[in-house]
């Protein structure tokens, strides 16, 4: 398929990663969206990402899809916010909640994502740059807000990530945030993996190895940070590779990978 619209066939690695473990492990997760979606999936997309790749990717939905879910039922109708969506599909999976998803990524993603995904009654889709922030003005004050980021801030610097955090904080006070964060040791792992699998692939430069410091730096406050990998290897066990559970372990003891969870 080469490219989409302008968008790079990297675009789908996430939704490939979906679409497979939903395919071979189903009662880890399924993405039934995701899996209809197959058919639009480049070749080098659906091959680019290990056993760990896809596992380590699709724990992040996982984690994130009870901690949405544990938002709604505490704070009732509200508005989730996806910033840098891609081909996310959150909005299908968690389709019974009492929530409005808004969807938002640069306009030329959000072309791409009409073509590949129809528009969910329940979303909104906003094209824009996220760290600008103008697109808030989509947002009602008074409707609680809970923004979720996964596999974005990596790719920012950190005083774009804090100045992107501060001015959530400030533009919708008392609202939250869910986002996955590397490890400074991660961070040059994850970096060389990329390396070494492709020549293309963007380098990754905020890291998170203290939390509580970067909230306080944003002006919010650390709820929660947990690390997501080893529920996978409890419940799939041998049926992933040696390598994979490995990978998995040592990520998770060592903590190269978490999800945050503060509010703002």
């Known amino acids: 398929m080469g490219e989409l619209q302008g968008v790079p066939d990297t675009l789908f690695v996430p939704l490939a990663a979906r679409i497979r473990v939903s395919r071979r492990f189903p009662e880890y997760f399924h993405d039934q969206t995701a899996l ?45 916010i996806n910033l840098g969506a891609g081909l996310e599909t959150a909005a299908f999976r968690l389709a019974d909640l009492d929530a409005k998803f808004y969807e938002v990524d640069l306009p030329e993603v959000i072309a791409a994502r009409s073509t590949v995904i129809p528009q969910g009654p329940n979303e909104v889709l ?32 950190r005083e774009e990530v804090i100045g992107l955090i501060s001015g959530l904080h400030d533009r919708l006070p008392g609202s939250e945030l869910i986002f996955d964060a590397t490890s400074k040791a991660g961070l ?77």
């Open 36 to 80: 209809s979606r197959e058919g639009s999936i480049p070749g080098d997309a659906a091959l680019t990402a290990s056993e760990y790749g896809r596992i380590a990717s699709v724990a992040r939905y996982r984690s994130v899809d009870r901690m949405t879910r544990a938002f709604v039922a505490e704070r009732g109708r509200c508005h989730i």
């Open 126 to 157: 906003v094209g824009g740059d996220v760290l600008t922030l103008g697109w808030t003005s989509y947002l009602d004050p008074a409707t609680p807000s809970l923004f979720v980021a996964l596999g974005l801030l990596q790719y920012f610097h």
């Open 188 to 264: 040059r792992r994850a970096n060389r993996r990329g390396r070494m699998t492709s020549g293309t692939a963007a380098p990754m430069h905020f890291y998170v190895n203290d939390a509580e410091a970067l909230a306080r730096a944003c002006g919010g406050e650390l709820v929660e940070q947990r690390p997501f990998l080893g529920e996978a290897r409890t419940i799939l066990g041998k049926r992933l590779r040696l390598s994979t559970r490995l990978a998995l372990t040592v990520a998770d003891r060592c903590r190269h990978a978490t999800i945050i969870h503060l509010t703002l």
